[in-house]
T-cell receptor
Framework: EDQVTQSPEALRLQEGESSSLNCSYT??????LFWYRQDPGKGPEFLFT???AGEEKEKERLKATLTKKESFLHITAPKPEDSATYLC??????????????FGKGTKLSVKP | DGGITQSPKYLFRKEGQNVTLSCEQN?????MYWYRQDPGQGLRLIYY???????QKGDIAEGYSVSREKKESFPLTVTSAQKNPTAFYLC???????????FGDGTRLSIL
């Protein structure tokens, strides 16, 4: 069964304390992996797309990496405004047909000043 | 500013009532989607549409209906057949099916 698992469920950091969020996936082929940020009561905000193992993308304090089985979202020197739920989604490749996005349950990040 | 507008922000449904959630986009995107988000669960796909006048069921379509008469609009009706409608509903759009989806700010539906 296709599955996306995010860990940890929740992460509490002090301001400036770098860490990583994990997204592991089991799908039959990968068309793309997406990272989103979601603030309470809001819709997800698109951050990154990764398409192949070894690919990396960066934006401010965030860096996303991809291997054949998982993706990491590295947060360097986080600030309180980085507090949010981070969602990972995978677009599987079903032998040429286009599957729908499979979302993980998210990691809730809290950054304390 | 280009974006996706969902309305209303909050909606209350009485027993036996159908309610319609609005989703409008001015991004000129071909594909549009409806998701349901429940606490502790990942987003689940209700319906999606790749082009005008065409749409497909997602993983949890029972008790919901949609239409796509215009490129910009993709309304979702929650029918009385949906027995557990309380959730946060999110609309999204993308230029194509394989491209990143961009989301509206959601409608929270509750039962009176």
């Amino acid at each position: 069964e296709d599955q996306v698992t995010q860990s940890p469920e929740a992460l509490r950091l002090q301001e400036g304390e770098s860490s990583s969020l994990n997204c592991s996936y089991t799908v039959s082929g990968l068309r793309g992996l997406f990272w989103y940020r979601q603030d309470p009561g809001k819709g997800p905000e698109f951050l990154f797309t990764l398409y192949s193992a070894g690919e990396e993308k960066e934006k401010e304090r965030l860096k996303a990496t991809l291997t054949k089985k998982e993706s990491f979202l590295h947060i360097t020197a986080p600030k309180p405004e980085d507090s949010a739920t981070y969602l990972c989604a995978v677009h599987p490749n079903y032998g040429g047909s286009q599957g729908n996005l499979i979302f993980g349950k998210g990691t809730k990040l809290s950054v304390k000043p | 500013d280009g974006g996706i507008t969902q309305s209303p922000k909050y909606l209350f449904r009485k027993e036996g009532q159908n309610v319609t959630l609005s989703c409008e986009q001015n991004l000129n995107h071909d594909a549009m989607y409806w998701y349901r988000q429940d606490p502790g669960q990942g987003l689940r796909l209700i319906y999606y549409s790749q082009i005008v006048n065409d749409f497909q069921k997602g993983d949890i379509a029972e008790g919901y209906s949609v239409s796509r008469e215009k490129k910009e609009s993709f309304p979702l009706t929650v029918t009385s057949a949906q027995k557990n409608p309380t959730a946060f509903y999110l609309c999204a759009s993308s230029p194509g099916v394989q491209q990143p989806q961009h989301f509206g700010d959601g409608t929270r539906l509750s039962i009176l």
